[in-house]
């Protein structure tokens, strides 16, 4: 799983019917000394996450799993809101 | 899921039976500013995309979803048309 | 998917039984504009490709799909011949 | 498989159902010779791993093994503590 | 697939329990012109490889087959040992 933030949505009014009713957000990857680690993806959402939020996110089928058992065609969902990390670097 | 821009097609006349009947489309993965993140790649079209279109698209075994219960041989697939964008540099 | 170049063969005379009888072929990742994205890979073939051929093909899970029902232990399975692209860049 | 240190752990009160009572470590991935490797990922664990210790993660639909015949939304799990390697460089 | 040199030997005694009993072995990624191509894996062993082998080895749940019908947490995993390649640049 990786972390990032939330920068923003995005709305595709055509869509697979798997991805009805779905929000799809922007996600920044980032590290835990908040630096950038990839370019931006978009993200299902399954905890209610906003614009701002630090989020952990998992990829691949698994993203696929908070949706079961129905099929939905995406490779990346957001599953945590980050709220607490100790760190070699320091907590926050 | 990424997005990226539709940027031509692809046509391959001895193929696997899976991919019988469907359009190949070649699409240059982009950031939400519009730079390329990554080498093109060729993926299934599901929304009817056309070149110049910018689309939303499904990497790995979700690939294949749009297409159960049969199965199909692809990696990458087109799920939806950006229509609006919200991002923290601005909306499109 | 990714278009590549067929450059080469290989031969494992010990290997796990589902390969037995498989070509294995050498790939060149390419884009379209005939640059190399990737280091090279070994891919099963389905469609007879030969040495200099360019080539569809699928990595992942999506690489078995070709030869089910049985499961063959491959990530990456060439599923097309590259007859004709049309791409921003010029027709081929 | 790789190899990695836990460096951090991460609380996140709004997850997932799955992910309830699971342990997520930071880990960094190293190679054999000690250097970074890739950027910082969360893992689940299922050794008993701390802050410190030398680890073996599972990437992809193989992190969701350990935890079955229920499905757990992770694409990252720690499947062993690191003892012994006898590496080209050395052993330790 | 990919081709890679087995450089060592690792050991782990706590360790996740499809893992029992399996060789655990560290895999440099080698292109065909023995260049390394990424950083260090670790890999089950179907073929008894040994240390300065070439090998062949499939990644993600690919890497689960060879193991079938038992479940096994591993996402990479060695299924040949190269013998013979014919390439572009020469063979070996």
Redesign the interface.
């Known amino acids: 799983?990786?972390?990032g933030r939330v920068?923003?949505?995005?709305?595709?009014?055509?869509?697979?019917a798997?991805?009805e009713g779905r929000r799809?957000l922007?996600v920044q990857?980032l590290?835990?000394r908040g630096a950038e680690?990839?370019?931006?993806?978009?993200?299902l959402d399954?905890?209610?996450a906003g614009?701002g939020d630090r989020v952990?996110y998992?990829?691949?089928?698994?993203?696929?799993?908070?949706f079961?058992p129905g099929?939905?065609?995406?490779?990346?969902?957001i599953?945590?809101?980050?709220?607490?990390?100790?760190?070699?670097t320091g907590s926050w």
Chains 1, 2, 3, 4, 5 share one sequence.
């Open positions: 799983m990786n972390a920068i923003g949505r995005m709305w595709a009014t055509r869509k697979d798997s991805l799809l922007v990857p590290n835990f680690t990839g370019p931006e993806l978009v993200a399954t905890v209610d614009v952990l998992v990829t691949s089928s698994e993203a696929t799993i908070p079961r099929l939905t065609a995406t490779d990346a969902t599953v945590g809101i980050l709220e607490r990390v100790d760190h070699v």
